[in-house]
């Protein structure tokens, strides 16, 4: 994948993580809106974009014999990295909906 390809797949993994997480909330908080903040919307593109650059990585390790030439027994870290990336990532995106969910029960318990 080149550069390009890996921002559209970036930006519409990022769009369907945020389309996902209002409507999961929506329906959760019984259909009243749940408000996401902008720094909560670039760090979801942020994870977004990590998740897909690591599956990409991952692809390119397994298929391209050069990268198992270049790093030899390094290999392993590299994937024990791409595994911790989007680990990091998934939960990153949960903490961010989890949160945008505990703000919005919060600002409903205060004014009922």
Same mark, same amino acid.
């Given at each position: *994948?080149?550069? =390009?390809q890996?921002?559209? @797949? &970036?930006?519409? !993994?990022?769009?369907?993580?945020?389309?996902?997480?209002?409507?999961?909330?929506?329906?959760?908080?019984?259909?009243k809106? %749940?408000?996401?903040? !902008?720094? =909560?919307?670039?760090?979801?593109?942020? @994870?977004?974009? &990590?998740?897909?650059?690591? @599956?990409?990585? *991952?692809?390119?390790?397994?298929?391209?014999?050069?990268?198992?030439?270049? !790093?030899g027994?390094?290999?392993?870290?590299?994937?024990?990295?791409?595994? &911790?990336?989007v680990?990091? =990532?998934?939960? =990153?995106?949960?903490?961010?909906?989890?949160?945008?969910?505990?703000?919005? %029960?919060? &600002?409903?318990?205060?004014?009922?």
């Amino acid at each position: *994948m080149n550069l =390009s390809q890996l921002l559209v @797949c &970036s930006f519409i !993994l990022g769009i369907l993580i945020v389309t996902i997480g209002i409507l999961r909330n929506y329906f959760y908080n019984q259909k009243k809106f %749940v408000p996401l903040e !902008l720094t =909560s919307f670039i760090n979801l593109m942020l @994870c977004s974009g &990590s998740i897909v650059s690591a @599956c990409n990585l *991952m692809y390119r390790l397994f298929k391209e014999k050069e990268i198992h030439l270049l !790093l030899g027994a390094d290999t392993g870290a590299l994937v024990l990295g791409v595994i &911790s990336l989007v680990w990091v =990532s998934v939960q =990153s995106i949960g903490q961010i909906f989890a949160n945008a969910l505990n703000n919005s %029960v919060a &600002s409903i318990n205060k004014n009922p």
